[in-house]
């Protein structure tokens, strides 16, 4: 028998008969701030439960079910949550992360579709391969996160922190990132001739200095008023692409064709290995 205790009262919330959580179905249980520090909860079913600031630091969650579940400021600090199921195609059956810690966790191939994880903290996160079409992270800190191959395709990152994240391979298409915080971020390519997919992108207002974009799709992206100072774009795609009044100081334009960038009131005098079409015009 094991007992679920709360982890600052210590009071019993749940009881479940077996020496093991793996695969425990524990659906549809009101655990709020239960404490499964450490714990294996493998294979277990947590479906629409009540897990709001439930604390699985250090714990194993592989292939855990927990769409509609609501786990508001939870803990996952140095969680295992490989292959872990947050997500659905439709947002009101996936899970509510709001405020969830994740810092230093492992989500590789983790289902996050349509999550809520606003002001959440993935700093350091490794989610590689991860699913994270239409997730919510405005306002999120996902500062030096590991995301190789992960498909953000119409996720809300706006206003959040991927100073120094490693993007590489990642499909951004159509993506919100509305003032959000790229410095020193890697959106190149881990493959001989691959690339990142940042086409149709909102990146209004970003800050993307010194980011790595070599090769980069970036195709009909909204630029506009960015801070791309010292951005490598070597044989980037921009076609299509909004640089206007954008900061292209030390930026490197090796090998792009600018002909269909809007680059009115940028001042490409400052970049590097820009060839400017004659009929460019209101450049500074």
Same mark, same amino acid.
């Given at each position: 028998?094991?007992?679920?205790?709360?982890?600052?009262?210590? !009071?019993?919330?749940?009881?479940?008969?077996? #020496?093991?959580?793996?695969?425990?179905?524990?659906?549809?249980?009101?655990?709020?701030?239960?404490?499964?520090?450490?714990?294996?909860?493998?294979? &277990?079913?947590?479906?629409?439960?009540?897990?709001?600031?439930? #604390?699985?630091?250090?714990?194993?969650?592989?292939?855990?079910?927990?769409?509609?579940?609501?786990?508001?400021?939870? #803990?996952?600090?140095?969680?295992?949550?490989?292959?872990?199921?947050?997500?659905?195609?439709?947002?009101?059956?996936?899970?509510?992360?709001?405020? *969830? /810690?994740?810092?230093?966790?492992?989500?590789?191939?983790?289902?996050?579709?349509?999550? *809520?994880?606003?002001?959440?903290?993935?700093?350091?996160?490794?989610?590689?391969?991860?699913?994270?079409?239409?997730?919510?992270?405005?306002?999120?800190?996902? $500062?030096? &996160?590991?995301?190789?191959?992960?498909?953000?395709?119409?996720?809300?990152?706006?206003?959040?922190?991927? $100073?120094?994240?490693?993007?590489?391979?990642?499909?951004?298409? @159509? &993506?919100?990132?509305?003032?959000?915080?790229?410095? @020193?971020?890697?959106?190149?390519?881990?493959?001989?001739?691959?690339?990142?997919?940042?086409?149709?992108?909102?990146?209004?207002?970003?800050?993307?200095?010194?980011? /790595?974009?070599?090769?980069?799709?970036?195709?009909?992206?909204?630029?506009?008023?960015?801070?791309?100072? #010292?951005?490598?774009?070597?044989?980037?795609?921009?076609?299509?692409?909004?640089?206007?009044?954008?900061?292209?100081?030390? *930026?490197?334009?090796?090998?792009?064709?600018?002909?269909?960038?809007?680059?009115?009131?940028?001042?490409?005098?400052?970049?590097? /290995?820009?060839?400017?079409?004659?009929?460019? !015009?209101?450049?500074?």
């Amino acid at each position: 028998m094991i007992e679920i205790k709360q982890r600052e009262t210590g !009071k019993v919330l749940g009881t479940f008969d077996g #020496d093991t959580l793996v695969g425990a179905d524990l659906r549809h249980m009101d655990l709020d701030g239960a404490d499964f520090r450490g714990m294996d909860l493998s294979g &277990a079913s947590l479906e629409s439960s009540d897990l709001n600031q439930a #604390d699985f630091t250090g714990a194993k969650l592989h292939n855990t079910r927990l769409f509609r579940a609501a786990l508001n400021e939870a #803990d996952f600090s140095a969680a295992d949550l490989t292959g872990a199921q947050f997500g659905s195609e439709h947002p009101s059956q996936a899970a509510d992360l709001r405020g *969830a /810690n994740f810092s230093r966790a492992i989500l590789r191939g983790a289902d996050l579709r349509n999550a *809520a994880l606003r002001r959440a903290n993935l700093q350091g996160v490794d989610l590689n391969g991860a699913d994270l079409r239409g997730t919510d992270f405005c306002g999120s800190n996902l $500062c030096h &996160a590991i995301a190789h191959s992960a498909l953000f395709i119409r996720a809300n990152l706006r206003e959040a922190n991927l $100073c120094g994240a490693d993007l590489r391979d990642c499909h951004l298409n @159509d &993506a919100n990132l509305v003032n959000a915080s790229l410095h @020193d971020a890697d959106l190149s390519s881990m493959k001989p001739g691959g690339f990142t997919v940042i086409k149709l992108a909102n990146l209004e207002g970003a800050d993307l200095s010194r980011a /790595n974009l070599r090769r980069c799709s970036a195709e009909g992206t909204n630029l506009r008023n960015a801070n791309l100072s #010292d951005v490598d774009f070597t044989g980037a795609v921009l076609g299509g692409a909004i640089l206007r009044r954008a900061n292209v100081t030390n *930026a490197n334009f090796q090998g792009v064709e600018l002909a269909s960038v809007t680059m009115e009131f940028a001042n490409f005098s400052k970049a590097r /290995n820009a060839v400017i079409p004659n009929y460019k !015009k209101n450049l500074r």
